[in-house]
Every structure is written in C-alpha cells, then in structure tokens.
C-alpha cells in the first residue's frame, strides 16, 4: 500500500474488525456492474472506533497503487459531502483507470454507522459516474435504525 492512511479506508470498506457482516448485491437494470451494501456488526464501541479511522483517513488518502485482477493500478479518491443518515455518514469515490483503454472504473461509496453497525454501500461503472441510489441507502438506513430500536 502506497499511503498507510489509505489502508485505513480500504479495512474500513472491507468491515475488518468487525464481529459479524454480511453482504448483499443489488443488479441494476441496464447496467453490468453491480452495486452491493455490507453491514458489519461490531461488540461495544468498537464501530464508533472504526468509523472514526475511516473519518480520519479520508482526510488525508487522495490516492494509493495496488495489484488487482487485472494487474497493477493506482486508484483516486475524492471525498464529497456525505448524506445526513444514521449517527454519521461519510461518501468519497474512486476512480481507476483500466490499462486496456484508459477509461475510468469509477466507485461510489456511502458509509454510514447506525448504533453499533456500519454499512457500506457502493456503485461500480465504467466510463460514467457510478452512484448508489440516495432513496435505497434512506430506505435501508430507517430499516437498520428501527430494528436497533427494537432491542
């Protein structure tokens, strides 16, 4: 990893730590590339933790290389004003280029914390703005606050 404070997003975006999660995917109509969201349950206060390194390293990851599926790349990220949901929210994205063709694999993600959860949601395209739509992630955010409520 090319800047530590980017290894903090990316554990972030993978829920490492966290004592359970789970991932769904979404297809979107007339598009390839599906969108996903991953809960990731964590004891204590330990997403409050977490939450806040992926605070904290969004202020300062802009970009970093890695090897992926189709070799070496280096990915861009962009943080943008996050959406008023759950406790705290955050948004950035990525853009990669691809080697074959210079177009851009461009992410979307939302995080958001919920009590003691953290769900992410992300939009993948290639070539265009990739973007998770803002009703799903409301939606799914009221459902996540009401069933902690409940316990």
Aim: some cysteine.
């Amino acid at each position: 990893m090319s800047d530590p404070e980017c290894q903090v997003v990316i554990d972030a975006r993978d829920a490492k730590g966290s004592f359970a999660r789970i991932s769904q995917i979404f297809n979107w109509k007339n598009s390839i590339w599906p969108g996903s969201s991953t809960l990731a349950s964590y004891e204590g206060g330990k997403a409050n933790t977490a939450f806040g390194r992926l605070r904290s390293g969004l202020k300062t990851c802009r970009s970093y290389t890695g090897t992926g599926w189709v070799g070496p790349y280096k990915a861009e990220l962009t943080p943008e004003k996050a959406p008023r949901l759950g406790d705290e929210a955050v948004r950035y994205r990525l853009a990669i280029p691809m080697p074959e063709d210079k177009r851009l694999n461009q992410y979307d993600y939302t995080v958001v914390r919920v009590g003691s959860v953290v769900v992410t949601f992300k939009a993948q395209d290639l070539g265009k703005h990739a973007s998770f739509p803002a009703d799903l992630i409301r939606k799914q955010v009221e459902r996540l606050s009401a069933a902690q409520r409940k316990r």
